[in-house]
């Protein structure tokens, strides 16, 4: 690490510790007048092309065309209740053609289809991060070139991002590149309205709730930050925030809250509750983000009204060891409400997580050897062990909150996925999801937890595309001739 990188590393831990999730340079919109349709798109019809019965050992469409690709004699993790774990599967095109067992699969093949041998690898949907910065804060890492970022995080097996604080200039950014066809993964753009005291008028009011403004990029909700700084910062009187979290709910639009203390998440429920008015929230589908202090009221409330729990398992991390101002910031009293990951989890709150690339990350963002902090294998292994890249020892209220691997790989991909209206296109390797996958050098469900970072990706695909090999890995990667027409 350069002397750059020990000081971006230290501008970063401080400009987290100050107020968590810094925008970077935020853009005031300005406010508009032409309000668009409201209201959400009909989710039934969302790119659903599934022809599997539901009893079938084998997921197929028994009329469907030869596949372009089969990967067999593998670890299938689909992800997908109905067949959770198969041997193989087959790609058309931009999209899964069919799961099942190897001789099903197999018999799908001809001429010119390529067999793919994952040699008893790991096959998985591609990652999603839901909730990070990846291009719209690149310019506090060391990467020069916003390629060099999509990159990175393909090399890493995120096919989705959701992209936390998209200003009208990032925006215009995120589709110049999906113009260029530099984009590669797909992105959900989320709009905010506020940071700190700073307002930014209603900008999604030039938008259609999950309008897709190019074919990689969503706008698909309004981003709010409640508190920041451990609660020590409120941005909003109780009126003003609960005012704005209508005014975005009745436009049809999903709320990503950040929310920090308990006092944070007390305003966020009072306002959804205001907003909602009794009415579920499957069709909204409102989010709290990094929901890192929830008393046990507060954590019933989520689960009986279904918010979605955004949670960054980098967090805390070295934090509350290297911020001197921890302890005086949330008394040790209040230590139990920290980040409630497994409570949450055996409530059956929905969880999502993120990287916050490339804030939460500390010190270990620059780092380039074994797997980073940004990888989500490492995420997995921090949700699993609360352990962070120096192996630094769990603080005793970070006890019993560890996830099953399990669950962590699930708000990795399908329930990340739910967190976007997108369960019938990706998180699930199922027919007519997108081919959004990786091949990773073993199980994480079954290989011990502490080698959870050393697992590799071997590929990424999105869309059909190998978009990723790794050195050593071009046997399973000959797919690539199949789309490099
Ligand atoms: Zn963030």
Not at 311 to 322: H, K, L
Request: charged share 20%; hydrophobic share 40%.
């Amino acid at each position: 690490m350069g002397p750059r990188g020990h000081v971006v590393a230290q501008t970063m831990v401080l400009a987290l510790l100050a107020v968590a999730c810094s925008p970077g340079e935020p853009t005031v919109a300005a406010e508009t007048e032409n309000s668009t349709t409201v209201g959400r798109p009909d989710q039934s019809n969302v790119g659903t092309t599934e022809t599997g019965d539901a009893t079938s050992e084998t997921i197929v469409d028994p009329a469907g065309p030869a596949p372009d690709v089969i990967f067999h004699n593998g670890v299938v993790l689909t992800m997908d209740p109905r067949l959770p774990q198969a041997e193989a599967i087959a790609i058309l095109d931009d999209k899964v053609l069919a799961v099942g067992s190897d001789d099903s699969i197999l018999a799908k093949g001809r001429v010119g289809t390529q067999i793919i041998d994952l040699n008893g690898r790991t096959l998985v949907p591609g990652f999603i991060d839901s909730h990070a910065h990846w291009i719209g804060d690149s310019e506090w890492t060391d990467y020069e070139f916003l390629d060099d970022t999509i990159q990175y995080m393909i090399e890493n097996g995120w096919t989705s991002v959701n992209e936390m604080f998209v200003s009208p200039g990032r925006l215009e950014k995120l589709q110049e590149l999906d113009r260029q066809g530099r984009l590669r993964v797909r992105v959900n753009a989320y709009l905010p309205i506020n940071f700190l005291e700073q307002r930014f008028g209603r900008p999604y009011l030039e938008y259609t709730p999950l309008e897709e403004v190019t074919p990689h990029v969503r706008i698909a909700g309004v981003k709010m930050f409640v508190d920041n700084d451990w609660g020590h910062i409120v941005n909003w009187t109780p009126a003003d925030l609960n005012a704005e979290v209508q005014a975005a709910h009745q436009a049809g639009w999903q709320l990503a809250i950040h929310a920090f203390s308990v006092e944070g998440h007390s305003m966020t429920l009072d306002a959804l509750a205001l907003a909602l008015q009794g009415e579920s929230n499957e069709a909204y589908r409102h989010r709290i983000e990094h929901v890192v202090a929830v008393t046990d009221e507060q954590l019933t409330e989520i689960q009986e009204r279904g918010y979605i729990a955004s949670i960054q398992p980098n967090f805390p991390g070295n934090i509350p060891q290297g911020d001197p101002t921890f302890d005086d910031k949330v008394p040790e009293e209040d230590h139990r409400f920290l980040t409630r990951w497994q409570d949450m989890n055996q409530a059956g709150i929905r969880l999502v997580a993120g990287t916050d690339w490339p804030w939460f990350t500390n010190e270990s963002f620059l780092e380039r050897g074994g797997a980073p902090a940004g990888s989500p294998l490492r995420l997995i292994y921090k949700a699993a062990t609360h352990t962070d890249v120096n192996n630094r020892v769990p603080q005793p209220w970070m006890d019993g909150q560890f996830l099953p691997v399990g669950a962590a790989l699930r708000s990795l991909t399908v329930d990340g996925a739910y967190a976007t209206f997108e369960e019938d296109v990706k998180g699930s390797l199922a027919p007519g999801r997108w081919a959004d996958l990786v091949v990773l050098s073993d199980n994480p469900l079954t290989v011990p937890i502490g080698q959870l970072p050393e697992i590799d990706v071997l590929l990424t695909m999105i869309g059909g595309k190998v978009e990723y090999c790794a050195e050593g890995a071009e046997n399973l990667c000959a797919v690539e001739a199949a789309h490099s027409d």
